[in-house]
């Protein structure tokens, strides 16, 4: 069994249907930041309640 070693990358070809995010955007820093305090949130409920 032959195998092309490397043959999946194509440096002509890009990806434009997900688009990584500027870090500067205001929705990457609020997504971060919500997902953030979610699990700050957590782990203090988890700590204070015991379960």
Same mark, same amino acid.
């Given at each position: 069994?032959?195998?092309?070693?490397?043959? %999946?990358?194509? =440096?002509?070809?890009?990806? &434009?249907?997900?688009?990584? #995010? =500027? @870090?500067?955007?205001? #929705?990457? +820093? @609020?997504? %971060? &930041? $919500?997902?953030? /305090?979610?699990? $700050?949130? @957590? $782990? +203090?409920? +988890? %700590? /204070? /309640?015991? $379960?």
């Amino acid at each position: 069994m032959a195998y092309q070693q490397g043959h %999946w990358q194509d =440096e002509g070809w890009r990806d &434009t249907m997900v688009d990584p #995010a =500027e @870090t500067d955007d205001g #929705a990457y +820093v @609020t997504g %971060w &930041t $919500i997902s953030g /305090l979610a699990v $700050i949130g @957590t $782990i +203090v409920a +988890v %700590w /204070l /309640l015991g $379960i």
